[in-house]
């Protein structure tokens, strides 16, 4: 299973940008998927997740500005971001929790990650 995140990039503030992430492989089902970002010295953080019903959940830091949408057929994430802040600025991940058949267990999967840079 294969995780290939797309579309970080340098942003100026208040400015807006989408990523995506397609995951590839040996794939039964996909419980949950979405989008943590780290900084250096810091640990990774939830951004956003959703779940194949649907739901989601995002910490108030991105709450009103950032949307997190799926494309079940495509097993694809989108991450929605707008009025950017300098704060922003992380190497985003993308996120699978899935099995790869009826048998397997859910496993976490992560892709290689995504630099988004906000800054006039």
């Known amino acids: 299973v294969q995780l290939q995140a797309s579309g970080g990039g340098l942003v100026q503030p208040g400015g807006s940008l989408r990523l995506s992430c397609a995951a590839s492989g040996s794939i039964f089902s996909i419980n949950v998927m979405g989008w943590y970002r780290q900084t250096p010295g810091k640990q990774r953080e939830l951004v956003a997740v959703?779940?194949?019903?649907?739901?989601?959940n995002l910490p108030d830091s991105v709450k009103g500005r950032f949307t997190v949408s799926r494309d079940n057929a495509k097993n694809t994430v989108y991450l929605q971001m707008n009025s950017l802040k300098p704060e922003d600025t992380a190497v985003y991940y993308c996120?699978?929790?899935?099995?790869?058949?009826?048998?397997?267990?859910?496993?976490?999967?992560w892709g290689q990650g995504t630099q988004v840079t906000v800054s006039s």
């Open positions: 959703i779940v194949s019903g649907g739901s989601t």
């Open positions: 996120y699978a929790f899935l099995r790869s058949s009826a048998q397997a267990k859910f496993l976490a999967y």
